[in-house]
């Protein structure tokens, strides 16, 4: 089994930013992929960005250039800046670990962008 562990969601105006980070614990594998998908009321969960454990990211149009994905494999962690939010972006989040052998969700945390 995979726990993870989510924080730094929360309330913020349009333009402004915040940094979610997600902390991997139990069984990791050394190959795994580490990100964050969001989801609104009746829609599906959508990929936001993710990144291997070998440094490559993948991210959704809407996030390119606005969001940062990061993670440290030390700490099986990964993180993501989001700039420049938008009312939009308000969903919550989910942290998602995937490897061979299954996939994972966070509980998620709700991120709120007023306008």
């Known amino acids: 089994q995979v726990q993870l562990e989510e924080s730094g969601g929360g309330l913020v105006q349009a333009g402004g930013s915040l940094r979610l980070s997600c902390a991997a614990s139990?069984?990791?594998?050394?190959?795994?992929?580490l990100g964050w998908y969001r989801q609104t009321p009746g829609n599906q969960r959508e990929l936001v960005a993710a990144m291997t454990t070998g440094g490559t990211a993948s991210y959704s149009d809407y996030a390119k250039g606005r969001f940062a994905v990061s993670r440290d494999n030390a700490k099986n962690t990964v993180y993501l800046q989001m700039n420049s939010l938008k009312p939009e972006d308000t969903a919550v989040y989910y942290c998602s670990y995937s490897d061979s052998e299954g996939n994972y969700w966070g509980q998620g945390t709700q991120v709120t962008v007023s306008s």
């Open positions: 139990g069984r990791i594998l050394r190959i795994n992929n």
